[in-house]
Nanobody, 121 residues
Framework: QVQLVESGGGLVQPGESLRLSCTAS????????MNWYRQAPGKERELVAG????????NYAASVKGRFTISRDDAKNTLYLQMNSLKPEDTAVYYC??????????????WGQGTQVIVPS
């Protein structure tokens, strides 16, 4: 049974930091591309950051670049998102996503239940 369980969300003041975690089970974590998405009220879900297998490379949305850092610990089957200098516009539900692309084009695409981050203005 595949599970992605996010934790670490909460209410923080502007300028403060949070670290989100996503613990995976039921699949071979180290083989999967991992992403953090977020969805703010009334907005579409957007990609925040992604990391390749073995942490070879990462990418970030322009709005979080320089403030957020994505990382993974394959020994612990855990994905992280360190969020610094938080702003009110970072308020959203943050989702963990795992993706594996098969040779013929199909893919596995798993999602967690989300964790809420609130940064009041």
């Amino acid at each position: 049974q595949v599970q992605l369980v996010e934790s670490g969300g909460g209410l923080v003041q502007p300028g403060e930091s949070l670290r989100l975690s996503c613990t995976a089970s039921g699949f071979t974590f180290r083989n999967y591309l991992m992403n953090w998405y977020r969805q703010a009220p009334g907005k579409e879900r957007e990609l925040v950051a992604g990391i390749t297998t073995a942490g070879g490379s990462s990418n970030y949305a322009a709005s979080v670049k320089g403030r957020f850092t994505i990382s993974r610990d394959d020994a612990k089957n855990t994905l992280y998102l360190q969020m610094n200098s938080l702003k009110p516009e970072d308020t959203a539900v943050y989702y963990c996503n795992a993706v594996y692309y098969y040779y013929l084009g199909s893919k596995d695409d798993y999602w967690g239940q989300g964790t809420q981050v609130i940064v009041p203005s």
